[in-house]
T-cell receptor
Framework: DTEVTQTPKHLVMGMTNKKSLKCEQH?????MYWYKQKAKKPPELMFVYSYEKLSINESVPSRFSPECPNSSLLNLHLHALQPEDSALYLCASSIRDRGSRGANVLTFGAGSRLTVL | RKEVEQDPGPFNVPEGATVAFNCTYSNSASQSFFWYRQDCRKEPKLLMSVYSSGNEDGRFTAQLNRASQYISLLIRDSKLSDSATYLCVVNRGSGNQFYFGTGTSLTVIP
């Protein structure tokens, strides 16, 4: 079982819909991430929150809106998406891994598979 | 030049074979290195962190060569269950910017 929980697992939405993806972790991690992954491609970074503040936005279109209500939760609000936004959306979290000589290790959730019609 | 480069494969090997993947990184300031495994339609999962001294976990051995800026993953006695995509991931330090290779696809054939 993954320690990062994402809901929903699958989402189908029309281009005029508004929906949200949710992510939760209770590992005490202070950095949380959204990645987008298309088939046969590596994950592509969208946003990073560090200590509940947005620290990285990789020039993501405004139809994707992240929100970090507290240190355990991360949301991704979706509005007016395009069919090409269909992908697997992965949430991840990280903290310095004391067992790995100070390395900061990413832990991923199982992902939300989004289809935009 | 990409931050992290990997041979995408695919690698098709028979059961019991030894297979090695390499990955190069462009920024000499990179500090942390990882191999992740991703099964089809699943999330990436940490396989191993890679240490300067090299490290081994059962049939898996990871090596780091800072001078040449590459990391490697060796899988001995391949099993059917090793079939997956292996992602090389590099972090520049304590920061939150992780760089992914394109992934190498491995299929172990009976």
């Amino acid at each position: 079982d993954t320690e990062v929980t994402q809901t929903p697992k699958h989402l189908v939405m029309g281009m005029t819909n508004k929906k949200s993806l949710k992510c939760e972790q209770h590992m005490g991690h202070r950095a949380m991430y959204w990645y987008k992954q298309k088939a046969k491609k590596p994950p592509e970074l969208m946003f990073v929150y560090s200590y509940e503040k947005l620290s990285i936005n990789e020039s993501v279109p405004s139809r994707f809106s992240p929100e970090c209500p507290n240190s355990s939760l991360l949301n991704l609000h979706l509005h007016a998406l395009q069919p090409e936004d269909s992908a697997l959306y992965l949430c991840a979290s990280s903290i310095r891994d004391r067992g790995s000589r100070g390395a900061n290790v990413l832990t991923f959730g199982a992902g939300s598979r989004l289809t935009v019609l | 030049r990409k931050e992290v480069e990997q041979d995408p494969g695919p690698f098709n090997v028979p059961e019991g074979a030894t297979v090695a993947f390499n990955c190069t990184y462009s920024n000499s300031a990179s500090q942390s290195f990882f191999w992740y495994r991703q099964d089809c339609r699943k999330e990436p999962k940490l396989l191993m962190s890679v240490y300067s001294s090299g490290n081994e976990d059962g049939r898996f051995t990871a090596q780091l060569n800072r001078a040449s800026q590459y990391i490697s993953l060796l899988i001995r006695d391949s099993k059917l269950s090793d079939s997956a995509t292996y992602l090389c991931v590099v972090n520049r330090g304590s920061g939150n910017q992780f760089y992914f290779g394109t992934g190498t696809s491995l299929t172990v054939i009976p």
